[in-house]
């Protein structure tokens, strides 16, 4: 497929720079899709796509201090790769294959794209690095993939661009996050007078260093209409979130499976949406709109589940209300970029310098900081009507980021709760996995 964009899209990237270059940001979603979806039609519905969402065919181009843009100029071809399908998992292998192919990203396009072809059921895979976009502008890809699809009839036009986050975009006061924005600066001003900015090549290289010592691994499963719809439910009674409910299950679940973690580190990360917190909040745009909030959970003796999930809840929302803590990866963007190229070399590599040894407290990505990632990318109805190929269920697939143990992703399709658990091989086992999947569940089903 040829690039067949109007007119050129470039777009600063600001507050995802700091995630340019790691090779464990890489963002996916399957749409399965009902019959064999023909491959012509599915190309002609992705050349529309690119016109609605330009930075999927977009690449990087680098100045010379390292500042970033998105860019749809000199781009080439837009592909798809199509392969047979011959179970209901070769979706999921897929994403693993895929997470350890480097992008290309000063060349481009960023987004690369799957049609596994079967009898009864096609699955569409997308998959793009997290500077491109996050888990809700995906999954609104994929709806909008599959609309195009079903009506190759339809004339799009390229929309205006959409605003960025920054401090500029962001509502704050001056004094927000002062102390982590002051340590920035005094790292900026540490940092050795020869600022070697990454690129291509070299990240070429870093990528095949990291996933020469990681193998990840991915267990998905999920709740039924009627369990989803008793979850909420239960939750609602205990005035708890589903999110809360989701960290206190697979929380206690790991405790029990894992008891050499029990005195490890109980920090959670929970992926939080900021697209109305933006001066000018930019609706179903593609784009990096999400925050992470990160607290630990309490190690009491006894704690019964729906009290931990009660705890979670209130930590949670407690972190969004008060205005700073959204904003805290913001302060990324205050970091020299070849500050953040190095923070990115350290993790593939494993060889860390004083400098970024003082950051890791607070960026988290050392090590196994964190025991679990979670994110609760929301719910999509997806019109029962009589097209050819309906979609009938999305499935996410989560970066599981360096200074993490475990992560999750849910996504509720008409109802029904879709859960990703996406872990590492060389320290969790399947059978250990299942164990922890099945202890969650039983947690949500009736705890």
């Avoid at 704690?303 to 930590?315: C, I, K, P, R, V």
Wanted: proline content about 7%.
């Amino acid at each position: 497929m040829t690039n067949q964009n109007n007119h050129n899209y470039d777009q600063k990237i600001a507050y995802a720079r700091a995630s340019l270059w790691a090779p464990f940001y890489t963002v996916g979603m399957a749409a399965r899709i009902r019959g064999q979806a023909p491959t012509g039609l599915v190309e002609a519905a992705l050349r529309k796509l690119q016109v609605l969402y330009p930075p999927l065919a977009s690449r990087v181009r680098i100045e010379d201090d390292g500042t970033a843009w998105l860019t749809t100029d000199g781009v080439g071809e837009f592909s798809l790769e199509v392969r047979p399908k011959t179970s209901g998992e070769d979706w999921s292998n897929l994403f693993l294959e895929q997470e350890q192919v480097p992008f290309a990203f000063e060349r481009g396009p960023l987004a690369r794209f799957y049609l596994l072809r079967g009898a009864e059921s096609s699955d569409l895979v997308a998959i793009v690095p997290h500077v491109v976009c996050d888990g809700y502008s995906m999954a609104q890809v994929m709806w909008e993939a599959v609309a195009l699809l079903n009506h190759p009839d339809r004339v799009v036009a390229r929309p205006e661009p959409p605003p960025v986050v920054s401090w500029q975009t962001m509502p704050h006061a001056i004094t927000d996050n002062l102390l982590l924005r002051g340590l920035a600066r005094v790292v900026n001003r540490a940092w050795p007078a020869k600022r070697v900015v990454l690129r291509q090549e070299r990240y070429e290289e870093l990528n095949q260093s990291y996933w020469a010592r990681q193998q990840n691994g991915l267990l998905a499963f999920g709740l039924s209409s009627a369990e989803t719809a008793d979850l909420s439910a239960r939750c609602r009674n205990h005035s708890v979130s589903v999110t809360g409910a989701l960290v206190a299950a697979f929380y206690l679940a790991q405790a029990a499976v894992r008891p050499d973690r029990q005195t490890a580190s109980r920090e959670i990360a929970v992926a939080a949406n900021i697209r109305e917190r933006l001066i000018q909040p930019p609706g179903q745009a593609l784009g990096v709109y999400a925050s992470e909030l990160d607290f630990v959970m309490p190690s009491k003796a006894n704690q019964s589940f729906w009290e931990l999930a009660g705890e979670a809840h209130t930590m949670i929302h407690k972190r969004l209300e008060n205005r700073p803590r959204p904003l805290l990866p913001l302060v990324l963007e205050e970091l020299d970029p070849s500050i953040a190229d190095s923070l990115v070399t350290a993790v593939a590599t494993d060889q860390w310098i004083p400098p970024l040894e003082l950051l890791t407290r607070f960026v988290k990505i050392k090590g196994e900081m964190r025991c679990l990632n979670v994110s609760n990318i929301g719910r999509l109805d997806l019109p029962d009507v009589g097209t050819p190929y309906r979609m009938g269920n999305l499935f996410p697939f989560p970066p599981l980021v360096a200074g993490s143990g475990l992560a999750l992703n849910v996504l509720t399709i008409n109802g029904q709760m879709n859960m990703i658990l996406k872990y590492r091989k060389n320290q969790i086992d399947l059978a250990t996995i299942t164990e922890i999947k099945e202890r969650a569940l039983s947690y949500l089903s009736g705890g």
